[in-house]
């Protein structure tokens, strides 16, 4: 049995955090609490390597038109570089494409990829399943737009943390239900998989390790317009009826995260619908632990690691 100890960084900052008089986010309005969360990953995430160039734009959607960020790595391989559309994490209420910018640049020069991250419509001005209609219409732009930006249209991976994992994961499903077979991998990072909360980590660690059971409650009643939404497979992929056919995934989750069962939870069943699963939990880390990386040296290391696994993975690809 694997005995989990908090990393000691991790332990100091949590304790500043818990002496600190921060407002707590789930207290505020969410325009507010969008510009408190955007600060303080200012001051955990370091500003991340250097790429090739950066490229801000947008994607026509339906509804509008959504930001996207697109990274470009120094690359000299003949074979164009495969295309990782990013969905950041944030609840569905807050985040954006600065917030997640160390992370890009990250996957970006490690994994020698084009990233293209997406600001996706937040909660709850922007209620479900507008998210979910977002992310599946970046997919398919990603999918238009491939070649045009410069990547392989063959080699699309669909990856985010938390709330953007969720949405990574509901856009694969939607592509298999659609037929598409140019998305190569899933990079899930502490994905939020379970609306209803309801595995035995959500109540060990929902209170002490900064995602709270409070604030998560605030998210889902942002993000979801009532009840029968919390079992809705767009919301809560654990509950779709069918996992069978997706591509390959890598499922990252934290020792010390209340999403950390749902995670494992998915992981267990995609490889019983045959799915090719590579699962990692970071046992000392918690929940958000990729924009932790400028003030927790593990945090760094585990996002090394995981930039790492999905090399390997579409190196399968090349």
């Not at 239900?177 to 609306?195: M, N």
């Not at 009643?221 to 591509?247: E, K, Q, V, W």
């Amino acid at each position: 049995m694997t005995t989990r100890k908090l990393d000691s960084q991790l332990v100091e900052l949590l304790q500043k955090l818990e002496d600190s008089d921060a407002p707590k986010l789930q207290s505020l309005q969410p325009v507010e609490a969008r510009q408190v969360f955007s600060k303080g990953i200012e001051l955990l995430a370091p500003k991340g390597p250097d790429v090739s160039r950066v490229v801000d734009s947008r994607i026509n959607t339906n509804n509008g038109s959504l930001p996207v960020r697109i990274y470009y790595p120094d690359h000299d391989d003949d074979l164009p570089p495969p295309l990782i559309v990013y969905f950041h994490g944030g609840g569905w209420s807050f985040g954006n494409i600065g917030t997640h910018d160390s992370v890009c640049r990250t996957i970006c020069a490690g994994a020698s990829c084009i990233v293209a991250s997406i600001e996706y419509s937040l909660a709850p001005e922007h209620k479900f399943p507008r998210a979910v209609i977002d992310a599946i219409e970046a997919s398919n732009w990603a999918r238009g737009s491939a070649q045009e930006i410069g990547a392989d249209p063959a080699r699309i991976v669909l990856a985010g943390d938390s709330a953007g994992a969720n949405l990574a994961t509901v856009a694969a499903l939607a592509a298999r239900d659609q037929g598409y077979t140019d998305i190569v991998c899933q990079l899930l990072i502490y994905p939020a998989t379970d609306q209803s909360m309801s595995f035995p980590s959500h109540k060990t660690f929902g209170d002490g390790y900064r995602l709270t059971r409070p604030l998560m409650v605030w998210s889902s009643t942002n993000y979801l317009r009532d009840g029968p939404d919390i079992m809705d497979p767009r919301a809560s992929p654990l509950f779709a009826t069918d996992h069978s056919g997706l591509p390959p995934a890598i499922i990252i989750t934290a020792g010390f995260d209340p999403l950390r069962d749902e995670g494992e939870a998915y992981a267990a069943k995609l490889r019983e619908a045959g799915v090719d699963v590579e699962y990692r939990c970071f046992d000392n880390l918690i929940h958000g632990f990729v924009t932790l990386t400028g003030v927790v040296d593990a945090a760094a290391t585990a996002l090394d690691e995981i930039v790492l696994m999905l090399k390997g993975q579409l190196e399968c690809h090349s």
